[in-house]
């Protein structure tokens, strides 16, 4: 929730991330990754529309950003529509951008753990999961929520180059209303906070941070999780705090139940879905698993994939 008054973000209590199978398990072993703007699938981002005279030279502009700084409101700046004498610089606006790839890292997560479109796009068509961090921790200090909006921000040149504070790179995290769904929340960063571990396959450096453990409530892995993976998170978490679920497709509408794994500091629960899990173990709880799936009247149904 923003103070629309003062521009302040409220943190929220709990902020989610979609990841797939591979993120999920750099995470649980305490990293995570800062991304640069231009490395994200919108290309819009931080892509503010720069306005400048039609007499001024597009010179490189002298800006320094401020990582943690909150919005300014009212935007310091601000346009409506183009002035007669004026245009809009692409130039200007790239320069920007370029600047904070090599500057900053952003870490997108979500107010909302219950997103059809985000379970597909980013946790891999469902066989990925979704992380829930404890959004008052210290490592999520600095919460920024994203503006959509139906036009792209547009602000005076001078907005940029003539202040006498660091630019508050929240005032840069507008996106389009297409993307409201999301309900995004970012972290920024400087990278000489991160650490550079090589690149990714499009060259983007990867920088990253150490993520604590006790920043994690909770894991719930997907619809689509295959049962060698899930039995992975499990192992990796089971002696921890993190509590683990697995998402199903509910009976009605268009919606998942979760069942529930392991709370945290528990044992595990057992139900004919989570069965498969322990089914593999020479133990009195591989015992009970098996039973589950061979005997339980709901096994062939729930078990049913899609």
């Not at 929220?12 to 490395?39: E, H, M, N, W």
């Not at 036009?151 to 003539?162: E, G």
């Not at 060698?228 to 998402?247: D, M, N, P």
Request: proline residues 6%.
């Amino acid at each position: 929730m923003t103070d629309e008054s003062i521009g302040i973000t409220s943190p929220a209590a709990s902020l989610y991330k979609y990841v797939d199978i591979s993120g999920l398990k750099r995470i649980l072993q305490g990293s995570v990754r800062f991304t640069q703007p231009s490395a994200f699938n919108d290309p819009f981002e931080l892509l503010p529309e720069v306005v400048i005279h039609n007499n001024q030279k597009e010179e490189e502009l002298k800006i320094a950003f401020s990582t943690r700084a909150q919005r300014r409101l009212p935007p310091v700046g601000a346009l409506d529509e183009v002035p007669d004498g004026y245009q809009a610089s692409d130039t200007l606006s790239r320069d920007i951008v370029q600047k904070l790839n090599g500057l900053i890292g952003i870490l997108c997560l979500s107010r909302i753990n219950d997103s059809l479109l985000m379970w597909a796009h980013y946790a891999n068509q469902y066989a990925g999961a979704v992380v829930e961090f404890d959004g008052t921790h210290e490592f999520f200090d600095g919460q920024i929520d994203v503006e959509y909006q139906e036009l792209r921000p547009m602000r005076d040149v001078h907005a940029y180059s003539s202040q006498a504070e660091p630019f508050p790179v929240a005032e840069l995290c507008t996106k389009s209303e297409q993307w409201k769904y999301e309900q995004e929340v970012r972290i920024i960063r400087h990278f000489a906070e991160c650490q550079n571990i090589g690149n990714d396959p499009r060259e983007f450096p990867i920088y990253t941070q150490q993520l604590p453990l006790a920043s994690i409530k909770s894991v719930t892995l997907g619809e689509r999780t295959p049962v060698v993976e899930q039995r992975e998170i499990y192992a990796a978490i089971k002696g921890t705090q993190i509590s683990l679920w697995l998402a199903a497709i509910a009976d009605r509408g268009y919606a998942f139940r979760r069942e529930l794994i392991k709370m945290a500091g528990s044992g595990p629960c057992l139900s004919p879905r989570t069965a498969h899990i322990f089914s593999h173990l020479e133990t009195p709880l591989g015992d009970l698993a098996r039973t589950l799936i061979a005997q339980h009247p709901m096994s062939k149904i729930v078990n049913r994939g899609v």
